[in-house]
């Protein structure tokens, strides 16, 4: 009997180190990832089972113009649920330290709303649970759904492959969150930025050597004289 007991209670101690519930008011980081400030204090949560696009990746619309969605759907979620108190349940930890976990405002699931309104994916990879969600959402052109962009995973996929050299060997940049290639043509001598996503992003090779360089933000890149590639 003293054994059975035992188990019973190993079976509902909460994982060390990881708050099983817990609330507070929210920091927005980008579209799936944020601050929860606790009684005990700051949480880095990680929302279970969406994928939103990454900050600075582009998304294009139907007129061919390609633009920021990462930063606007940041944006988007900080203004539904920034500076208000949400309750969270632990799932686990990821490897960056994060508390990856669901969370709800005023009762509603927060990934759900964020899927249903396009703002973000169903990460299918961890959880099904909003798949159908994001499939109304694709159907009712909804967000993001009413612009071409590549799933975020593929997005990051792509920017470590660059970043790595891949295969062709490839510059890369110093600082891993400098992404953004300044190229200056060979004919013209044109001052051109590549965003990560862009259509001539992974073939574009930086060199130093003759006045190229990487940025770490748009803003440092045009106030450089650097001009943002048309596609």
């Known amino acids: 009997m003293l054994r059975i007991c035992s188990l019973i209670v190993l079976m509902v101690m909460p994982v060390a180190g990881i708050a099983q519930g817990f609330g507070g008011v929210v920091r927005v980081i980008d579209g799936d990832t944020f601050d929860v400030g606790t009684d005990l204090g700051t949480v880095r949560v990680r929302l279970h089972g969406v994928d939103a696009p990454e900050i600075g990746q582009t998304c294009t619309?139907?007129?061919?113009?390609?633009?920021?969605?990462?930063?606007?759907?940041?944006?988007?979620?900080?203004?539904?649920?920034?500076?208000?108190?949400?309750?969270?349940?632990?799932?686990?930890?990821?490897?960056?330290?994060?508390?990856?976990?669901?969370?709800?405002?005023?009762?509603?699931?927060?990934?759900?709303?964020?899927?249903?309104e396009g703002l973000a994916l169903a990460f299918r990879r961890y959880s099904m649970a909003y798949d159908?969600?994001?499939?109304?959402?694709?159907?009712?052109?909804?967000?993001?759904?009413a612009h071409r962009f590549a799933r975020p995973e593929d997005h990051r996929r792509a920017v470590r492959a660059e970043q790595a050299g891949?295969?062709?060997?490839?510059?890369?940049?110093?600082d891993p969150g400098c992404t953004i290639k300044g190229n200056i043509s060979r004919s013209g001598g044109a001052r051109i930025y590549h965003m990560p996503g862009q259509a001539d992003y992974a073939r574009t090779t930086i060199r130093p050597d003759q006045g190229e360089r990487w940025f770490c933000s748009e803003v440092e890149a045009r106030a450089a004289g650097w001009r943002r590639a048309q596609r």
């Open 61 to 116: 619309n139907g007129d061919g113009v390609q633009w920021d969605c990462g930063t606007w759907a940041a944006d988007q979620v900080r203004a539904r649920i920034g500076q208000r108190e949400v309750t969270c349940e632990t799932v686990t930890q990821d490897r960056y330290g994060r508390t990856v976990a669901r969370c709800a405002l005023a009762g509603q699931d927060v990934g759900q709303m964020l899927v249903s």
């Open 132 to 145: 159908l969600d994001e499939k109304g959402a694709v159907v009712a052109g909804r967000g993001l759904h």
């Open 166 to 174: 891949g295969a062709s060997g490839r510059s890369q940049a110093a």
